[in-house]
Nanobody, 124 residues
Framework: QVQLHESGGGLVQAGGSLRLSCAASGRTLNEHGTGWFRQAPGKEREFVALISWDGTSTYFADFVKGRFTISRDKAKNTVYLQMNSLKPEDTAVYYC?????????????????WGQGTRVTVST
């Protein structure tokens, strides 16, 4: 089973940018659709973005379209989430997950591996 580790979170002012990384070990992440989800305090985990196993297809939640991008570096076995124009409502713990669905999935129940999460805090 692939093990995932997120990094890159932190404190940023509104309008700023962060790049999150999801690094895999144990097995290649390149055989899995990969998704980013987030969970704010008191809320359920929600879908943010996904990328297909080969990196040719991506999909975003409406609330991040035009601000976030997702990419895959096969050589580094890593998926990235570039977050621009951050808003205070983007504050959450961000998790990456790996799914056996090659195209990825917006449903967290379809993911078989998760990282421990990285915290993003956007200040006003």
């Amino acid at each position: 089973q692939v093990q995932l580790h997120e990094s890159g979170g932190g404190l940023v002012q509104a309008g700023g940018s962060l790049r999150l990384s999801c690094a895999a070990s144990g097995r290649t992440l390149n055989e899995h659709g990969t998704g980013w989800f987030r969970q704010a305090p008191g809320k359920e985990r929600e879908f943010v973005a996904l990328i297909s196993w080969d990196g040719t297809s991506t999909y975003f939640a409406d609330f991040v379209k035009g601000r976030f991008t997702i990419s895959r570096d096969k050589a580094k076995n890593t998926v990235y989430l570039q977050m621009n124009s951050l808003k205070p409502e983007d504050t959450a713990v961000y998790y990456c997950g790996a799914t056996s669905y090659f195209g990825g999935s917006v449903d967290s129940k379809d993911y078989v591996s998760w990282g421990q999460g990285t915290r993003v805090t956007v200040s006003t």
